[in-house]
C-alpha cells in the first residue's frame, strides 16, 4: 500500500489545494434545516450529526483532499455519536477522501495500542492526533500500529491557543519545551520516509504564530505538519506559508468553523454558503503549494 504522505501529497495534488476541513459538528450551530428534523436526545442529536456532516462531506469533496472530525463531539452522545462517527468515516473514504481522527489520545502500554486499534481498525483512520508527553514508550504502541495499517500521526508539538505558551514555551537546556519534542517527532519521523521525503509521523503546529510556523518548519525538514488556527481562528493564508518547503509540500491547513458554519441557523441557502466557503478557502490556499 501506499505510503500516507505519498497519498496525502498525491490527494492534494489532484485537489490543487492544501485545504482540510474539520467536522466539528455542534447542535446549537446547526441549520434549523437539519436539527428541526431530529429529536434533542442522544440518539436524535447523533442522527443529526450524521445528517450535516455527510452533507458536507459531499459539499465540499471537490475542494480539499482530507478532512478532521473531532472525535468528542460524537463521544459525547454516547454509543449512537460513535455510530454516527463510523458512518461518517465511511462516507469520507467512499467520496476519496482521507481522514484525520482528531482525538489528542496517549496513555501507555496496552491502554496506549487499544487506543491506537479503535483508530486504525475499527474507524479506519487514516490518521489520529496524539499528545506526545509520556515519551517514546507511550507513542511507540501508536507508531506501531499506524505503520501496521500503513497510517499516520499528527504529534502536538505547538498549538495554536493562547494558553499554550505557559508549558509549550518552558526552556530547557534543549531549548523551549516545543521545539524539543520538534527534534524528536523528525527523529520518530524519519524512521519511514515516503517516496516524497516525508515520514508519517506528523506535526500539529498552529497558524497563529508564523515565525514559530517558520522555525519548525526548519527544525522538522521531514515531517508533514497539521496546520490548525486558519480563518476563524484568525490565521491567514499568508501566516501559513512557513509550513511548507521549498517545494511547496508537506503540509495541510485544517479549517472548522469557518467552513461548516458559515451561515445563520434559518438560513435556506446554507449549502451555498458551505460551498462558497470551502471553494474560498481551497483557493487562497492554493497559492502555498505546488501542483
Known amino acids: 500500500m501506499i505510503h500516507f504522505t505519498d497519498r496525502l501529497i498525491n490527494g492534494i495534488r489532484t485537489k490543487q489545494s492544501p485545504l482540510c476541513v474539520g467536522l466539528d459538528p455542534r447542535w446549537e450551530n446547526l441549520p434549523h434545516a437539519i436539527s428541526q428534523l431530529h429529536a434533542t436526545t442522544q440518539k436524535g442529536r447523533a442522527a443529526a450529526y450524521e445528517a ?15 478532512v478532521k472530525p473531532q ?4 463521544e459525547v452522545l454516547g454509543a449512537p455519536g460513535h455510530q454516527a462517527m463510523e458512518k461518517i468515516i465511511d462516507k469520507a473514504h467512499a467520496l476519496g477522501l482521507m481522514v484525520i481522527l482528531d482525538a489528542k489520545r496517549n496513555d501507555i502500554a496496552s491502554t496506549a ?3 491506537a486499534e479503535s483508530a486504525f481498525v475499527q474507524l479506519k483512520a ?3 492526533t496524539i499528545n506526545p508527553y ?5 507513542v511507540e504502541p501508536f507508531i506501531a500500529e499506524a505503520r501496521k495499517h500503513h497510517a499516520g500521526l499528527y504529534v502536538l508539538v505547538r498549538t495554536s491557543n493562547p494558553g499554550a ?5 518552558l526552556k530547557t537546556d534543549l531549548g523551549k519545551v516545543h521545539e524539543v519534542v520538534a527534534r524528536a517527532v523528525n527523529d520518530w519521523s524519519r524512521e519511514n520516509l515516503s517516496v516524497s521525503g516525508f515520514g508519517d509521523i506528523g506535526a500539529v503546529v498552529g497558524a497563529t504564530s508564523p515565525q514559530e510556523l517558520a ?9 508533514p505538519f497539521l496546520v490548525p488556527g486558519y480563518g476563524a481562528q484568525g490565521g491567514s493564508a499568508v501566516d501559513c506559508q512557513g509550513a511548507f518547503n521549498a517545494q511547496g509540500i508537506g503540509a495541510v491547513i485544517n479549517s472548522s468553523r469557518g467552513i461548516t458554519f458559515p451561515f445563520k441557523l434559518d438560513d435556506y441557502q446554507w449549502e451555498e454558503k458551505i460551498v462558497k466557503a470551502a471553494r474560498q478557502a481551497s483557493v487562497e ?7
Open 71 to 74: 472525535s468528542a463531539f460524537f
Open 165 to 169: 505558551r505557559q508549558f509549550q514555551d
Open 52 to 66: 450535516f456532516c455527510i452533507r458536507v462531506l459531499e459539499l465540499v469533496q471537490p475542494y480539499t483532499a482530507i
Open 215 to 223: 522555525h519548525l518548519r526548519k527544525l522538522m525538514p521531514q515531517v
Open 113 to 115: 495500542t487499544a487506543y
Open 126 to 128: 487514516d490518521a489520529l
Open 134 to 138: 509520556l515519551g517514546r514508550d507511550a
Open 285 to 291: 490556499l492554493a497559492s502555498l503549494t505546488s501542483n
